[in-house]
């Protein structure tokens, strides 16, 4: 009996194995199936529905008709404005950078001087409020000829500080507006000589006693430096009741935009009233003066002979008719 248990027991368990495997088969095919019809049945969608798509978008890119045409040409005119309009934008780039190369290279000739001294163009690398006080710091040293106590200028020679330290590629200027500064200046218009007073914040002040005709526009003059001026008054402040007026000097420039200042090659030297009286007499003389082109100033030649002799009718060349 124990035998023919486990002869059956063992036979149960191979059929078993059989049904499984034919079950698992029967799903594996179901599922092939399945799937192969399922993927017909879904190209046959996408084909179904993307055809006219496809005959949309090739009558839109070949056809010859009205419409299509019509696209196709603004789509063209579109990409083409767009190439224009980048053109457009990299000449104006261009036009722009020439406009800035030709005005730094009109300040560049402007700081170095119109020939009165020689002169060394600097960048300005460090400006207020970056540094305390009116001060500059300059990329240019001893290894370039920057000299300690070189008179600084700015454009149309106006001059604005000196070099308080110099070192080796670098340079500290200190400006003229710096509070508590101190020099001797000749205000023309009024014609008088009188002390600037440094304020901070680039502002130079002026007093004068009430009674003074101190105004705008009068340019102040530092007559130790043989070249250059301190500015024009831009302002002035004036009260009847007190015994001074005030005329207030600012740079052309804000201390912040300073970008480009010239120093001078030779070093300031101290000069006496004699000496400042001549300068100023030369500078009032040469104020009569503009520049006149050749062309166009009508004057007597080094080489042509004038004669004092008054033209008469006996001297008046004779015609023939």
């Given at each position: 009996?124990?035998?023919?248990?486990?002869?059956?027991?063992?036979?149960?368990?191979?059929?078993?194995?059989?049904?499984?495997?034919?079950?698992?088969?029967?799903?594996?095919?179901?599922?092939?199936?399945?799937?192969?019809?399922?993927?017909?049945?879904?190209?046959?969608?996408?084909?179904?529905?993307?055809?006219?798509?496809?005959?949309?978008?090739?009558?839109?890119?070949?056809?010859?008709?009205?419409?299509?045409?019509?696209?196709?040409?603004?789509?063209?005119?579109?990409?083409?404005?767009?190439?224009?309009?980048?053109?457009?934008?990299?000449?104006?780039?261009?036009?722009?950078?020439?406009?800035?190369?030709?005005?730094?290279?009109?300040?560049l000739r402007a700081l170095l001087g119109g020939g009165h001294d020689q002169r060394i163009a600097a960048g300005v690398v460090a400006r207020p409020p970056f540094l305390p006080y009116d001060a500059l710091l300059i990329d240019r040293?001893?290894?370039?000829?920057?000299?300690?106590?070189?008179?600084?200028?700015?454009?149309?020679?106006?001059?604005?500080?000196?070099?308080?330290?110099?070192?080796?590629?670098?340079?500290?200027?200190?400006?003229?507006?710096?509070?508590?500064?101190?020099?001797?200046?000749?205000?023309?218009?009024?014609?008088?000589?009188?002390?600037?007073?440094?304020?901070?914040?680039?502002?130079?002040?002026?007093?004068?006693?009430?009674?003074?005709?101190?105004?705008?526009?009068?340019?102040?003059?530092l007559p130790s430096l043989h070249t250059g001026h301190l500015g024009r008054i831009n302002s002035v402040q004036s009260v009847s009741t007190q015994p001074e007026q005030y005329g207030f000097v600012t740079a052309d420039i804000p201390?912040?935009?300073?970008?480009?200042?010239?120093?001078?090659?030779?070093?300031?030297?101290?000069?006496?009233?004699?000496?400042?009286?001549?300068?100023?007499?030369?500078?009032?003389?040469?104020?009569?003066?503009?520049?006149?082109?050749?062309?166009?100033?009508?004057?007597?030649?080094?080489?042509?002979?004038?004669?004092?002799?008054?033209?008469?009718?006996?001297?008046?060349?004779?015609?023939?008719?």
């Amino acid at each position: 009996m124990k035998n023919f248990s486990s002869k059956t027991k063992a036979s149960y368990r191979r059929n078993s194995n059989h049904r499984t495997i034919r079950t698992t088969l029967l799903w594996v095919a179901g599922a092939v199936a399945v799937v192969y019809v399922l993927g017909s049945i879904i190209a046959y969608l996408f084909a179904y529905v993307s055809k006219p798509v496809l005959v949309v978008r090739t009558w839109l890119t070949e056809s010859t008709d009205t419409v299509p045409m019509y696209f196709r040409e603004r789509s063209a005119l579109i990409d083409e404005i767009a190439v224009l309009e980048e053109q457009l934008s990299a000449k104006s780039g261009s036009a722009v950078t020439l406009a800035r190369v030709t005005r730094e290279n009109e300040e560049l000739r402007a700081l170095l001087g119109g020939g009165h001294d020689q002169r060394i163009a600097a960048g300005v690398v460090a400006r207020p409020p970056f540094l305390p006080y009116d001060a500059l710091l300059i990329d240019r040293g001893t290894a370039h000829g920057i000299q300690k106590n070189a008179i600084v200028y700015h454009f149309n020679d106006q001059a604005i500080g000196f070099v308080s330290r110099v070192f080796e590629q670098s340079a500290l200027v200190t400006l003229f507006s710096t509070a508590g500064a101190a020099s001797t200046v000749y205000i023309m218009g009024p014609d008088i000589y009188t002390t600037a007073y440094g304020m901070g914040g680039g502002v130079v002040r002026v007093s004068v006693p009430q009674g003074i005709a101190l105004a705008a526009g009068n340019v102040v003059l530092l007559p130790s430096l043989h070249t250059g001026h301190l500015g024009r008054i831009n302002s002035v402040q004036s009260v009847s009741t007190q015994p001074e007026q005030y005329g207030f000097v600012t740079a052309d420039i804000p201390i912040q935009s300073l970008r480009l200042v010239s120093v001078s090659t030779q070093v300031f030297e101290p000069i006496t009233f004699e000496e400042a009286e001549t300068y100023i007499a030369s500078l009032t003389y040469d104020m009569l003066k503009i520049d006149v082109p050749a062309d166009v100033l009508a004057e007597v030649g080094t080489s042509t002979v004038a004669s004092s002799t008054p033209l008469t009718a006996s001297s008046t060349p004779s015609t023939q008719e």
